[in-house]
């Protein structure tokens, strides 16, 4: 990916070192417009950000993640099919916010994030993944949480409604809820490869959506959470009593 113009390689070893440049500059530097700018933490392989690129070709969107074996899918495929309005930017999101700056971006994605049972501060709808993109959200930015897991659900709703940050949408199981407007419908029946493997094992999809203010302090739910009873891929199915909250 080294060759590739849509792709942008700054891990923590390599950033820590050399300033991103284009911190800022997202719109006028690389996609040539001022068109919204929407993030996608944890792609993959880019299935989400590639098929959103399709759908709405006057919105910016860039793909996140550290793994490029993954990444290079999705990259290859936007190149591919000349989609202009997609990037992908291969990094550790712990420093996501060196990448932008403030009021450049106005939506996040979390597709399918690990749910960390045994790390809260590694859940990217935690306090202090909130606290980095409130650097560079929009005042009120969306937030979107699609997962399979029921902890990381529960979590987040626990996290949202004890911050009283406003809550948009809200399902524990998507695809039988009914009332879900046209192009809500749209932008949710796309399926990632690993969805498909959960929806087959007969797991409920959950999604929510909250907008999040610049201001206010932000507070960990101090409740304790039921652990996923199944493993889903790549991922440990026990977690000590300790690591429920």
Same mark, same amino acid.
């Given at each position: !990916? ?9 891990p923590?070893s /390599? ?13 006028? %530097? ?7 700018i ?13 098929? *959103?690129?399709? !759908? ?5 969107f ?8 993954? !990444? ?10 000349? *989609?202009?309005? /997609?990037?992908? *930017? +291969? ?6 916010? @060196? ?6 971006? %106005? ?15 590694k ?8 606290? +980095? $993109? +409130? @650097? ?23 996290? /949202? ?6 809550l ?6 998507? $695809? ?8 809500? %419908? ?6 990632? $490869? ?6 087959? @094992? ?9 907008? *999040? ?30 690591? +429920?909250?």
């Open positions: !990916m080294e060759r590739y113009d849509n792709v942008f390689q700054y923590y /390599v950033v820590s070192e050399v300033p991103f440049e284009m911190q800022g500059h997202w719109r006028e %530097q690389y996609f040539h417009n001022d068109h919204p929407i993030l996608e933490l944890g792609c993959g392989k880019g299935e989400y950000t590639v098929e *959103l690129a399709r !759908m709405f070709p006057d919105i910016n860039i793909g996140v993640d550290i793994k490029g074996a993954r !990444m290079w899918t999705g990259a290859t495929e936007a190149l591919q099919e000349g *989609l202009r309005n /997609v990037a992908f *930017l +291969r990094t550790n999101i712990e420093i996501i916010d @060196r990448f932008f700056a403030a009021d450049e971006v %106005q939506e996040i994605w979390l597709t399918f994030s690990d749910p960390q049972m045994k790390s809260p501060r859940r990217l709808s935690s306090t202090s993944f909130l606290a +980095r $993109y +409130r @650097r560079f959200l929009i005042d009120g930015g969306i937030v979107h949480l699609k997962t399979d897991s029921n902890f990381l659900y529960t979590y987040t709703s626990l996290m /949202v409604a004890h911050n009283h940050l406003p948009l949408f809200s399902t524990d199981d998507l $695809y039988h809820t009914s009332g879900i407007d046209a192009d809500t %419908q749209q932008i949710l029946s796309i399926h990632t $490869y690993y969805e498909n493997m959960w929806i087959e @094992r007969g797991l409920n999809i959950k999604y929510l959506k909250f907008r *999040l203010p610049t201001e206010g302090a932000l507070e960990e739910p101090d409740v304790e959470i039921p652990l996923d009873e199944y493993r889903s891929y790549h991922r440990d199915k026990r977690s000590p009593v300790s690591a +429920r909250k």
